[in-house]
């Protein structure tokens, strides 16, 4: 009798299926941050990441894939192998705006990416440089006005919502303001401290700035006052209560991946989005930390592509 007969059948078995005896995950997690570093997507990444990678048992590496207002990264998602091993953490600019902004994106997020959880939600603020003359919203737009084309803003890129909510007020307020994308906002604070752009929608991650005396918050694109600028008038205030733009951060999957990984995925998310550090961590960056289920997250972010398709059709806007 051939007693290696057997053994050399239970090793092509395993060879033949490796899903079978791996358990997920057994290897590092790629987190796809479709921004360069410093921005606020990068952040959210950077501080989810290491709580991540304890939970997981593995490794997460942040992988920044800046470019095309986050297109880059997101194609690179959306066509890498459906097996968890390849995550991303993206924005309501790449996840809800761009398909209501763009005729043709390399990504559709309804069909290629399977939503994990909303991670944080948060307020865009105004914010100038400190030498320009505008002490208020009211001065900036009388500014604006004065002086067409003479105010550059930086945004993410286009189809961003930090290019949306600039563009929104140009509509709302009939001013010419001068569109000036980066490859991430987060590139925007040195030219705006620098005084080479003089304004940003920009969520509450610069805060330092602000204290420091090199920005200046003029207001804050949401119906109630931020917590974290109690001071800061929202546009409501200002006379513009239409003029609303908020950013937020999920994490999603490529299409496909088993429902046991995400399962196990999500399990982990919500262990680290439960802990306290973390949760301060975002809120110190004026990011409001969620934390839902699957099932939760995603018809929020179908009604999130509605919403900005109405939006965008009924002002008219359009991308360079």
């Known amino acids: 009798m051939n007693k290696r007969a057997p053994i050399a059948a239970t090793v092509l078995l395993a060879l ?23 921005g606020p997507t990068d952040i959210v990444a950077r501080v989810v990441a290491q709580r ?28 890498s192998a459906p ?47 400190a030498n320009v003359p505008a ?21 993410g890129g286009a189809g961003t919502t930090t290019q949306l909510g600039p563009e929104l007020l140009k ?4 001013i010419d303001i001068v569109h000036v994308p980066y490859k991430g906002v987060g590139l925007a604070l040195p030219d705006m401290v620098a005084g080479k752009i003089q304004m940003v929608f920009y969520p509450p991650t610069f805060l330092q700035f602000v204290r420091d005396g090199k920005l200046r918050a003029i207001t804050i694109a949401a119906p109630v006052r931020s917590t ?11 006379g ?6 908020s950013s937020w951060h999920a994490i999603v999957a490529p299409a496909g991946v088993p429902a046991e990984n995400i399962k196990k995925f999500h399990a982990a998310l919500t262990t680290v989005m439960a802990d306290k550090e973390v949760r301060e961590k975002m809120g110190s960056v004026g990011a409001d930390p969620i934390g839902n289920t699957p ?20 002002s008219g806007l359009t991308v360079d």
């Open 16 to 38: 033949a299926c490796p899903a079978a005896t791996a358990a997920y995950p057994d290897k590092p997690v790629r987190l796809v941050a479709p921004f360069v570093p410093g």
């Open 52 to 79: 991540l990678g304890e939970a997981l048992g593995q490794t997460v590496i942040v992988d920044n894939r800046g470019g095309a207002a986050g297109a880059i990264g997101c194609e690179i998602v959306a066509r």
């Open 83 to 129: 097996d968890g091993y390849t995550i991303m953490i993206g924005s309501s600019g790449n996840l809800a705006v761009a398909p209501a902004l763009f005729a043709k994106l390399p990504y559709d997020p309804a069909k290629d990416f399977q939503p994990i959880t909303q991670t944080t939600a948060g307020p865009q603020i105004v914010v100038i440089n």
């Open 135 to 155: 002490k208020n919203f009211a001065e900036l737009l009388a500014l604006a006005r004065a002086k067409p084309g003479g105010l550059n803003y930086g945004s």
């Open 171 to 174: 509509s709302m307020a009939k």
């Open 228 to 238: 974290l600028l109690p001071d800061v008038p929202t546009t409501a205030e200002g």
């Open 240 to 245: 513009m209560p239409e003029l609303l733009a």
């Open 295 to 314: 099932e939760k997250f995603a018809p929020f972010m179908r009604s999130e592509v509605e919403k900005w398709r109405k939006v965008i059709k009924t």
